[in-house]
Nanobody, 125 residues
Framework: VQLQASGGGWVQNGESLRLSCAAS????????MAWFRQAPGKEREFVAA????????YYADSVKGRFTMSRDNAKSTGYLEMDSLKPEDTAVYYCAGSSRLILSSIHFDRYYIDWGQGTQVTVSS
């Protein structure tokens, strides 16, 4: 599966952005799509994940209540709605996916096979 991320940009503190991750072809029901982010000088970190078939979602504590993952199966596209953005959310955001993940692996980037290009999100104060 090839992934293409889009939707990044520059916003002010408290504003919203929606990222998209388009998958090539049909997305299998056991697919997990996730978002990771990497800020300058920091390691890449888990943001959110979604199980394609069940639509169960998982979030990092730092974004819980502010970010929401969803998907449009007909478009094979996943979304990350980011509300109440903070300057500390500034990072390059990457979408990732795999159909071979178990629940305990969802938060770890090394288990994801498919990666999209990053999209920059900048939140100014």
């Amino acid at each position: 599966v090839q992934l293409q991320a889009s939707g990044g940009g520059w916003v002010q503190n408290g504003e919203s952005l929606r990222l998209s991750c388009a998958a090539s072809g049909r997305t299998p029901s056991n697919y997990v799509m996730a978002w990771f982010r990497q800020a300058p000088g920091k390691e890449r970190e888990f943001v959110a994940a979604l199980r394609w078939g069940s639509r169960h979602t998982y979030y990092a504590d730092s974004v819980k209540g502010r970010f929401t993952m969803s998907r449009d199966n007909a478009k094979s596209t996943g979304y990350l709605e980011m509300d109440s953005l903070k300057p500390e959310d500034t990072a390059v955001y990457y979408c990732a996916g795999s159909s071979r993940l178990i629940l305990s692996s969802i938060h770890f980037d090394r288990y994801y096979i498919d990666w999209g290009q990053g999209t920059q999100v900048t939140v100014s104060s």
